[in-house]
């Protein structure tokens, strides 16, 4: 998996004036927690571009004070206005502790009710897994050929040694639709054993009393 290294630097001071100083110089400060102790630190800005945006689930290995931290990204504060990152919470990954992280879904393969017309339809991007650190990976690869048309593939169906769903499991993770074309077709198409219309059915249940006036009339 890949890995992102920071160098940072542990915090002295946590009120809003240190804060407030620590961002005037395009530094963010953050928390790493889940370990042994709590850690404050603070790194340049520049540093968690990598991490921060993009989609890509990945490792952080936070360097404070001699000591490398293994961590996974937890949450993110922005400024309102800015937009601009300004605190960071990473957890720690202890072997032998289970963590929870979302992971992104890779979808494998060409569903096979798109081959037939078909849209594919992504619901989810991510699912929320516990598992211990030594199982985390970059992605959820779930494949999606034998998706039919109208069909679903739900978190229940997918199924990873080792991994604890924490998603509903009857939530959808991808679906197949009908494009506007197969949806014009199924309704120009007449319906399977469609009853006759009205003219039709008047005239079939007439004809038998017709029948009967004129043998009544010889």
């Not at 990204?73 to 720690?92: A, N, R, S, V």
């Not at 639709?177 to 003219?199: I, M, W, Y």
């Amino acid at each position: 998996m890949n890995t992102i290294t920071i160098e940072g630097q542990l915090r002295t001071g946590l009120g809003k004036s240190a804060t407030r100083k620590i961002r005037s110089q395009e530094m963010v400060p953050g928390v790493i927690y889940g370990g042994e102790k709590e850690i404050n630190f603070q790194a340049p800005l520049s540093a968690f571009k990598p991490l921060v945006y993009t989609p890509n689930f990945q490792i952080a290995a936070i360097s404070v004070d001699g000591k490398t931290y293994q961590t996974i990204l937890k949450d993110l504060q922005f400024d309102k206005i800015t937009d601009t990152l300004i605190h960071i919470d990473l957890l720690e990954l202890v072997e032998g502790k289970k963590v929870i992280a979302d992971i992104p879904i890779n979808f494998v393969g060409t569903a096979a009710g798109v081959k037939e017309g078909g849209k594919l339809i992504t619901k989810m991007k991510s699912l929320k897994v516990k598992t211990f650190p030594k199982y985390l990976q970059e992605s959820i690869e779930v494949n999606i050929e034998n998706l039919e048309l109208n069909g679903n593939i739900r978190v229940q169906d997918v199924k990873i040694d080792n991994y604890e769903f924490l998603n509903s499991p009857r939530i959808p993770i991808a679906s197949v639709g009908l494009t506007r074309v197969l949806k014009q077709e199924e309704a120009a198409a007449p319906a399977e054993g469609a009853a006759p219309a009205e003219g039709e059915a008047a005239t079939t249940e007439a004809a038998p009393a017709e029948a009967t006036a004129e043998a009544e009339k010889k």
